[in-house]
């Protein structure tokens, strides 16, 4: 008698052509019954005499966009089904999916879209079960098209044909659209400074719009398009004149843009890359990723000032028709653009047409708009190759809301997360499901995106945390966020301090559950003793931690504004290592760069302790010393002085160091002062500013290596946990790696979430789960 098996399957099994998979796999095995998409995953039935070894064929041979977390299968009664069928999405309370991210186009749809005979010929919203939006698109689950902003399109006889023939490779592909009856792109020119209105323009659609958009790219214009998770910025990025005028308008700053090349050949002609690069930028999430520029035509304003260049490859077909519509020659056409986030200033990223008119108008000379609704705002993400492991910079598009299996269960939690490079974290089961970069939360726009994306998460994961965690500072948005959130219903407020965050960040990615010497190096965090951390050894495990060592504290004159103007960070580290003669020392050392008047206003409040918190923040030390040879007095960006120094030291190879001391207590406080001694004489000595910051580098990662191999001795600890935005520096981050792996120790580092502060709100929810299991 045949037998009947039940199977259950959760993981990323929706929106990846999960189901028509398996009724292939099932009619291919003569087995009858069912497949169904749940709240939970995907539940089958099948019934056949080689039912019970259908779990296998499943495992062994699944989608290939699938991710399968657990399986588990019962045998029943036979129910006596006659076919094998699809049926639709019965919703299941209290339990949750995952929901795909979002996909690049494959090479199927590609091939269709330039098929003069296809029927989607040159159509910008071609898609199929293996590509295409999911997580920008989702409004609810289970994830069915009702539940997508495609709901507005009612699916033509074709359309329809194929999403319910599973056979297909658009069996219930949710966005499945065509001329006919899909979304459609409009363009609009506007001229610079006009005012806008949406309505009452000649209306130029569909393939006219691609046309238009692609002369108004070649003439050297900058047109804000609708991409995937938002609007984008786009002109030729060969383009000086171009370049310079998107920069004018839309940065006031040397941050560098981001390029998409229409392929990878043309990558290699702008850029080195190694295989396991050439993997990532090709991978179908399609980050930016961070390459070595060759000397190319490539603008020198895309990314002045660095020897890196962030490059990605089109992700959705209105991308690919820009570089290769067949109205064009294609060697007429820019084969690079400038492809920067549509916001202005450090807002989120804009989604919605109207809003696009409204706040784009002043920054884009035309519009390349479509009508299918992104529902979650998601960047681009940003990743590198560091030590031969993708890493990621910024998780957005393409990976999230991928979750992260953190190996047991816990109650629901949500992390707020940090201030500056905003993510939160909520946790359901044993999944810590983490949000798409949100930003700096320090405006409006973001705190609301942050909700926004809040609500979304808590109800695509059907959670409804009670615990919330968030940084120790008083005055984060995030931390006022957490304190309020919980209205007439109490919470239970977790803080957690802002380093032990990015150390149990570090270890939850990596999966290690025990003690560690955790190494977090960052600008800025809430220290327990009222002043800024940032240069901190520390054991630390889930439950706690003990501040081991760190920089000495230097007098930060102006607070922000010293951060903002590296010269008083090294006007500052100069009083402290010189004492009162730190300002002749200063002028001698920096000759003229600052007027006297300048120096001896800040020596007063150095002096008299007005307005001048102390910090021991390693990214604060780079910017000191960046200054100090005369890098980078003021910055337009954060980051832009440490980078600069690491821009210099790639110049040199010289491998001599700086000396440093430590005392003996606990903290240890790791004496800058005769690095600072040693770094004047160098810069009086005429050694070259390449040289003082490589020594500089060295410096550092012999200092890592010298206090965690103290750290060893003294508590038997044989792993290092490496965590905070210094270590995105890859100059530092592999001499620091290499060193402790010849000194025996096992290194934990970043990849999969950001080593910056997007990676605190991971932390703080490993934290309280562990305080929660107590
Ligand atoms: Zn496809
Ligand atoms: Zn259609
Ligand atoms: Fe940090």
Redesign the pocket.
Known sequence: MDKRVRITITGIVQGVGFRPHVYRLAVSGNLRGFVLNTSKGVLIEVEGPAAEDFPKTILSNRPPLSEIKSLTSETLPPAGYTGFEVRLSEPVAEEFSLISPDIATCPDCLLEMQDGADRRYLYPFINCTDCGPRYSIVQGVPYDRLLTTMHAFKMCPRCAAEYDDPSDRRFHAQPVACPKCGPIVEFKALGVGKEVHLEGHARVTGDDAVIEAVKALKAGHIIALKGLGGFQLACDATNDAAVDRLRRRKRKNQKPFAVMAASISVVRKYCEASQAEEDLIKSRARPIVLLKKRQSALSPGVSPGNSYVGMMLPYTPLHHLLFTHPSFDRSSLPDALVMTSGNIAEEPIVIDNKEAVEKLSGLADSFLLHNRDIFMRVDDSVARVVSGVPRLVRRARGYVPAPMDLGREMPEILACG?E?KNTLCITKGRYAIMSQHIGDLTNYEAMSFFEETLRNLKATFKADPKIIAHDMHPDYLSTRFAREYGGDSPCTLVPVQ??H??IASCMAESGYDGKVIGV?F????YGMDGNIW?SEFMIADFDGFERYAHLDYTALPGGDKAVREPWRQALSCLVKAFGKSGAEVFKRVKKGARPDKDINLLMTMVERKVNSPYSCGMGRLFDAVSSLIGLRDVITFEGEAAIALEMAAGDSRDSGTYPFGFTAGRPAVIGTNPLFISITEDIIKGVSKGEVARKFHNTVARMVVTLCKDIREKTGLGTVAL???VFQNPLLFGMVEVGLGSSGFRVLTHSKVPA??A??SLGQAAVSAAGAAR
Request: net charge negative; with cysteine; glycine share 32%.
């Open positions: 940090g500056l802002h380093h965050a990015h977090a960052d600008g800025t965090g940032g965590s905070g935005g910056n502060d990676c605190i």
